[in-house]
Nanobody, 125 residues
């Protein structure tokens, strides 16, 4: 069982930057990937980006590519989501997710067994 805790959300202005953190606890050595998803009010949860836990390769949704960056502090089992040039449409609750059973599609929410409670990001215009 892996326990995930997100932090760093808040209210920012359009064009600002914000850095989210996801702290992974317990059996982190079993992880294959850690992903970030978001869900805006009235909308379905959507893929933001993910990082392969073992080789460090990262993947992004087209909507955030070039603006968001995922990185990992291996010593602390923490993954960061650095968000830049934020837009009002980035407003959502952001969730950290993990899988220890491998994956066929790193962008599919169904691939992930572990989820945090999320952190809210609001971007005002």
């Amino acid at each position: 069982q892996v326990h995930l805790v997100e932090s760093g959300g808040g209210v920012v202005l359009s064009g600002d930057s914000l850095k989210l953190s996801c702290d992974a606890h317990e059996r982190t050595w079993t992880l294959d990937a850690l992903g970030w998803f978001r869900q805006a009010p009235g909308k379905e949860r959507e893929f933001v980006g993910a990082i392969n836990w073992r080789d460090g390769n990262s993947y992004y949704a087209d909507s955030v590519k070039g603006r968001f960056t995922i990185s990992r502090d291996g010593a602390k089992d923490t993954v960061f989501l650095q968000m830049s040039s934020l837009k009002p449409e980035d407003t959502a609750r952001y969730y950290c997710s993990g899988t220890d059973t491998g994956y066929r599609s790193i962008s599919e929410a169904s691939e992930y067994e572990y989820w945090g409670l999320g952190t809210k990001v609001t971007v005002s215009s």
